[in-house]
């Protein structure tokens, strides 16, 4: 059993189900409204916990009806909580969520994971100590994603970079990180490219990445380098029907950390797989399969 530490946000999330996007100024009639546990973080750490990992997570929740519902959540699905600081007077996080044509717009108020600080991080050396992978995003203050980074490697416990959401980033963090897995998008802005992020070459854009990479391409699957001089390898995506594609890049990350240890190339393999399966039911962490569906699944597709 792999042994997993997540450290990073944990959110309600505020869905509604509409038929587009609303354009700025118009209200439109949506479908559906609902209420349900999401966050980087706790995604991550849930996703894990489902493919079998030991996982403890490290963040903070408020003091507030979503932060009981959402701890107790978390503590039902096997994930430990021990870092998970309570903050008084405190919301707890949300993210608004419409979803439409099985695309995602999110806005996310971050509440209690702002209080996430490297002296929370520190306190779990001894959890990370023996972890076989460390996973963090970037819905926590800055300097706590630098702690966990520095900490991962004193420790000489890998850790993987989720730049998400998008933000440009120093290359030295880079440099701290064994595996950075933006999609194209994020990789564009954290190489500091101002514009035209999506209209990029993603093969030019991994080249000047000084970092080995693991490249989401959602349907397209993933490009990944295991050395920052290495040709990036590419794995075809999993065709599935999309119903709600929120959660998707953490179920991949997730997975990533889980299966590492079977090597880079079976990692990424399943990563796509096991976040494949998460976008054909509705919610972030609705979707996420657990091990033996997994590898029922897997067993189909050749
Ligand atoms: O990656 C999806 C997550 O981003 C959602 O669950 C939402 O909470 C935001 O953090």
Request: hydrophobic fraction near 45%; aromatic fraction near 4%; glycine fraction near 10%.
């Amino acid at each position: 059993m792999s042994h997993v530490v997540v450290v990073g946000s944990i959110n309600m999330d505020l869905v509604t189900l509409a038929p587009r996007f609303a354009g700025p100024g118009e209200t439109l009639l949506g479908e559906r409204f609902l209420t349900v546990h999401g966050g980087k973080g706790a995604n991550q750490a849930v996703a894990a916990a489902r493919l079998g990992a030991k996982v403890s997570l490290v963040g903070a929740l408020g003091d507030d009806a979503f932060g009981d519902q959402l701890h107790e959540g978390l503590g039902r699905e096997g994930v430990d909580l021990t870092h998970v600081r309570r903050i008084a007077e405190m919301g707890s996080g949300t993210a608004s969520i419409t979803v439409a044509g099985g695309e995602n717009q999110i806005i996310v108020v971050p509440g209690a994971n702002a209080c996430v600080t490297p002296a929370d991080v520190e306190a779990a050396a001894e959890t990370m100590r023996h972890a076989d992978a460390v996973l963090v995003q970037m819905e926590i203050p800055p300097a706590s994603v630098e702690a966990t980074l520095r900490l991962g490697q004193q420790l000489g416990v890998p850790v993987i970079l989720n730049p998400a959401p998008a933000r440009q980033l120093p290359l030295a963090w880079l440099q701290l990180a064994r595996y950075v897995t933006p999609n194209q998008h994020e990789l564009a802005i954290l190489l500091g490219e101002e514009q035209g992020a999506d209209a990029q070459d993603f093969r030019a854009l991994m080249r000047r990445a000084p970092c080995p990479l693991v490249l989401t391409r959602g349907a397209e699957g993933a490009w990944y380098r295991d050395r920052d001089d290495a040709e990036p390898l590419h794995q075809p995506g999993f065709k599935v029907e999309v119903v709600d594609s929120t959660g998707a890049g953490d179920t991949f990350n997730a997975a990533l950390a889980v299966f590492l240890h079977e090597g880079l190339a079976v990692a990424v393999r399943k990563a796509c797989a096991t976040a494949a399966l998460s976008v054909t039911r509705l919610g972030a962490q609705g979707g996420m399969p657990k091990l033996d569906e997994l590898e029922r699944w897997l067993a189909t597709q050749g």
